[in-house]
């Protein structure tokens, strides 16, 4: 099965710098991985997917890398506001049938102003 | 996208007792997802809800211990049997929408 890896279980920077979380995956390479955010009490909420096929995606002020050599995605968060503290999960698909996952333990941002 | 809710929201039960919770979707899907988040961890999938036929579930979790019914394409519940406090979790169900999965609020449980 598929194991993932998040870098650090917390991360605190300053406000307007970039936050950079990793997510490394074993085993083989998934046609997508999936990035989330959780806040405290909620349930996740999907940000990005990138595609196996696809060297990097963009939305706003976050960009995914995904490299299926290493085996590694990147998800940046620019210009970093107090807002975006929050916990984010990397997920991978986990069969065959759509909508099953497996998440990573998630890295914990904080962003002080 | 896709709008869940789930009840309740939150419950303190004693040990030994059985909690069924309730996950409404806005729209038919094909499959529903329950997940359990234990304190500190991420997310780990229980089981699939399929509508007119048996839940599938992972490995580490059977059917005696989480019962599931789907009675129609927006609508499913998740039942915690003979809870022990290992059973203290954040319990969600979902839905994908292409590769994009919407989750519920939760249920956190608390198993005295």
């Known amino acids: 099965s598929q194991k993932i890896e998040q870098n650090s279980e917390a991360l605190n920077i300053q406000e307007g710098k970039t936050a950079t979380l990793t997510c490394n995956y074993t085993n083989y390479s998934p046609a997508y991985l999936q990035w989330y955010r959780q806040d405290p009490g909620r349930g996740p909420v999907f940000l990005l997917l990138i595609r196996e096929n696809e060297k990097e995606k963009r939305k706003e002020r976050l960009k995914v890398t995904f490299d299926t050599t290493l085996k590694q995605s990147l998800f940046h968060i620019t210009a970093s506001q107090p807002a975006d503290s929050a916990t984010y999960l990397c997920?991978?698909?986990?069969?065959?049938?759509?909508?099953?996952?497996?998440f990573g333990d998630g890295t914990t941002l904080t962003v002080k102003p | 996208s896709a709008v869940i809710s789930q009840k309740p929201s939150r419950d303190i039960c004693q040990r030994g007792t059985s909690l069924t919770i309730q996950c409404q979707v806005d729209s038919q899907v094909t499959m529903m997802f329950w997940y359990r988040q234990q304190p500190g961890q991420s997310l780990t999938l229980i089981a699939t809800?399929?509508?007119?036929?048996?839940?599938?579930?992972e490995s580490g979790f059977v059917i005696d211990k989480f019962p599931i019914s789907r009675p129609n394409l927006t609508f499913s519940t998740l039942t915690v049997s003979n809870m022990s406090p290992e059973d203290s979790s954040i319990y969600l169900c979902s839905v994908d929408r292409e590769h994009e999965q919407f989750f519920g609020p939760g249920t956190r449980l608390t198993v005295l």
């Open positions: 997920a991978l698909p986990s069969g065959r049938a759509a909508g099953k996952s497996t």
């Open positions: 809800a399929n509508q007119g036929s048996e839940a599938t579930y």
